[in-house]
């Protein structure tokens, strides 16, 4: 076996445009806030409708190879799957919702109850109540799952039945480029591909950090600044990176922790909520969802009409489009690593079986977390969507509601765990896939340096730093994403015809 060989240019070209790009953002703050903006505004306007059909597109596709003779291909020589379901569910599931999924889920409602979705004139208070419930579900359920799950099963199919180890974006594009995939072409994926990723993690950083910090604040008494910020980054860095070292049986672990701190944080909630009451909001919600599913997926609001809602933005370009792009971006790794611990699982099996694990953690916690929140709206305990309304930060909004709670400071502990252990094990999973990526020839089991490991573990804290110390608003967090999804997206459209293609056979 060859020695492996690693690509300097996938270190040093990323590191030298986060460098320059965080030192800008925090020099002229002002300056980069209006041009993230502006970007923002032009890209979710011209190109809107793109990540609507796009994802109406993976949706339908990845059902159709499920389903089709494909789906019966198997990933590898292996008898039986080298997880168990539960272990490999649990590390499907935390490999991509880092904190952020507890971070939406315990206000994102809130921005739907004071919106008007599908052209609506008006709504009643049931009508309100059923939206808020619903559009959070839509936003993290079947469409953004098929994202990862698609090109998982194209990377599992090319690592286990082509046996093609080299992991990464050009080599799954070789089906349709050909040897380009070798030259400046595949170089330029790449490189767009690994820059797209580190813009993608800084998002999820950016959003959820500020929370855990004013959480820890709160329940030490300890004063909160932007070092506490960074020192949070750093500990979760600290974590993840020594997970990494023991490999795949790391993530399992780091998984499991975070699924089990996740139930004690329920457990906590629906102890103090009426348990009859969520389980009936979020069946009414789903079902709501699967009645408007269609109108869902592709409302773009031509005419503008909700453009209030999100500073010259409507409706699902300020958050369907976002929440698109977001999971895009994060495809450069999420789905490698659900790819290399499917071995032994058929194309179906990681397929069904990924959107059985994703929706059945997604939908519990927004069914759990979420409508907590909305029912101290509605009782008026709590006027959670008009003080976000009127600018108030999103963490301390979200302790409001926590503080609710009949032990609100166990449950902000618990609440810390939760979201640095999901934080570490989502960022265990691409650091291990990035760290796999910056080599010529890997290695066939894709085990990397604990250097070349290190150095993505500490890649992926700069930006967040920048984007912090900038203070950047979540509409320019979220252009982040969405600006770093465009190249990516073209190219995962090469790889799901590359994929179709090749599987033909």
Known sequence: MRTPKIDKGILIIPLCAIVLLSALLVVFSEHSRAV?????????????????????????????????????????????????????????????????????????????????????????????????????????????????????????????????????????????????????LGKAIDLFSAFGLLAGTATTFSLSTPLITLALSSALGLKQSKGM??????????????????????????????????????????????PIYLIETTITALGNMASNFLRMATWLDPLRLTAHEGGGMAFPQSWTVFYWAYWIAWCVATPFFIARISEG???????????????????????????????????????VAERLAQGAPQAEVILEIIRTLPAPELALIALIAAMVLFYAATFDAATMVMAAYSYKNPRPDGESGRGVKAFWAGLFVLLPIGLLFSEQALPQLQAVAILAALPISAVLLVIVAGFLKESRR
Do not use: N
Not at 261 to 270: R, S
Not at 347 to 368: C, E, K, N, P, Y
């Open 36 to 184: 993230i903006e502006a970007m923002r505004l032009w890209v979710t306007h011209a190109f809107g409708w793109y990540y609507l059909v796009l994802g109406l597109l993976f949706f339908g596709v990845s059902l159709y190879v499920a389903f089709s003779a494909r789906g019966a291909i198997r990933l590898g020589s292996l008898a039986k799957p080298r997880y168990g379901h539960f272990s490999w569910g649990a590390m499907v599931f935390t490999s991509t919702m880092a904190a952020d999924i507890l971070f939406f889920a315990l206000h994102e409602w809130a921005f739907y109850y004071t919106a008007l979705p599908l052209d609506a004139a008006s709504l009643s208070l049931g009508e309100r109540h059923l939206w808020a419930s619903t559009y959070p579900m839509f936003h993290w359920g079947a469409i953004p799952w098929s994202f990862f799950l698609l090109p998982a099963a194209a990377y599992g199919y090319m690592f286990y039945v082509k046996g093609r180890s080299r992991q990464r974006l050009s080599e799954a594009c070789r089906p349709v480029i050909g040897a380009r995939a070798d030259g400046a």
């Open 345 to 383: 699982r058929t194309i179906r099996q990681v397929i069904l079986g990924g959107l059985a694990a994703g929706l059945l953690g997604t939908f519990t916690v927004f069914g759990v977390f979420g409508h907590y929140g909305l029912r101290l709206q509605v009782a008026g305990r709590l006027h």
């Open 229 to 274: 910020t960074i020192a949070v980054l750093l500990v979760i860095a600290l974590i993840y990176t020594a997970a990494v070292v023991f490999g795949f049986k790391g993530a399992s672990r780091l998984s499991k922790l975070a699924i089990g701190a996740c139930v004690l944080l329920a457990c906590m909630f629906l102890l103090g909520s009426d």
